[in-house]
């Protein structure tokens, strides 16, 4: 076999850094010896990888073609040495979107490092349509997101049922029951940024209804929306998992919205060319644990959540 693991390491470093020199730092060695190592397998078999662009390197369609392939064979290579060094779990790198990151992925990586201490997990949080590009980019073994994402190269698995609630303070004039459609459309609204799920449902069931909407703020994180609309800066709109406990607590309130249908669901979403991983299977599998007895988010057995 002419392709040695090394040379694949050094495609695929290179490949995410579009430079030899950070890919070789990544890598603990020496530019030149990755510089070589990159050399030779286009060498081998007369056939480039990269566009060079100065000192910039891209992935050509060839060189994308291969990088699913390098991936899949590097994982599957991890996986045998730790079998071999006793059962350990290859590495392992998931994805998930704000509100499962915050609420359940951290509780499920806790989990798997108290089950195998020796194996290594990073967990990126960011927004779905981030972690659907890392998916796509072969960046992320598996993730979790909330709602839909139009990529044919993806493949989402229903996971959990989850739905957005409308609320506001306490002490709202809308606080002490239900809202018609005119009383929302004058509101100011405090929501997430376009590219999250949460955003994307707002958007197609309760924004196109609701023309001239007030958007006051739009915000990355959930608790600084929450933080807001307690503050009384206008009425917020987030999954109901991320406020069971300030409705617990009374310092938020739903203002119930019947005339919308606000379901969704949480999917596991892995790339179709991406081979299931014996690590990203143990994963999986406290996911499906975690969720076993619930019909959706608001019936998980969940420790406190602020």
Request: glycine letters at 8%.
């Amino acid at each position: 076999m002419k392709i040695t693991l090394r040379q694949l390491e050094v495609f695929a470093a290179v490949a995410r850094a579009e430079n030899v020199t950070r890919a070789a730092e990544s890598l603990a060695m020496s530019q030149s010896a990755a510089s070589s190592a990159l050399l030779e397998l286009e060498r081998q078999f007369d056939c480039p990888l990269f566009d060079r662009i100065g000192k910039s390197l891209h992935l050509n369609s060839t060189g994308r073609g291969l990088l699913a392939q390098a991936d899949d064979l590097l994982g599957r290579a991890a996986d045998i040495e730790g079998y071999l060094a006793g059962g350990i779990l290859g590495p392992l790198a998931v994805g998930a979107t704000l509100t499962i990151g915050n609420y359940l992925a951290t509780l499920i990586a806790a989990d798997y490092l108290r089950r195998h201490p020796a194996a290594k997990l990073r967990l990126h949080v960011a927004n779905t349509q981030d972690i659907a590009g890392q998916l796509a980019r072969f960046e992320l073994d598996i993730g979790l997101i909330e709602g839909e994402v139009d990529d044919p190269d993806l493949i989402l698995e229903p996971w959990l049922e989850d739905s957005l609630v409308v609320f506001c303070a306490p002490g709202h004039p809308l606080a002490a029951g239900g809202a018609g459609r005119t009383d929302l459309a004058g509101q100011p609204w405090i929501i997430r940024e376009r590219g999250s799920g949460t955003r994307a449902l707002f958007d197609q069931i309760i924004a196109r209804h609701l023309p001239g909407l007030n958007i006051r703020l739009e915000l990355e994180h959930t608790e600084a929306i929450k933080r807001a609309v307690e503050s009384g800066l206008g009425v917020g709109c987030l999954s109901r998992l991320a406020l069971r406990e300030a409705f617990r607590r009374g310092s938020l309130v739903e203002i119930p919205t019947p005339q919308f249908d606000l379901r969704r669901h949480f999917y596991f979403a892995h790339h179709r060319q991406r081979t299931i991983s014996p690590a990203t299977r143990e994963f999986l599998a406290l996911c499906r644990e975690m969720s076993a007895s619930a019909a959706d988010t608001d019936a998980l057995p969940l420790p406190f959540i602020a």
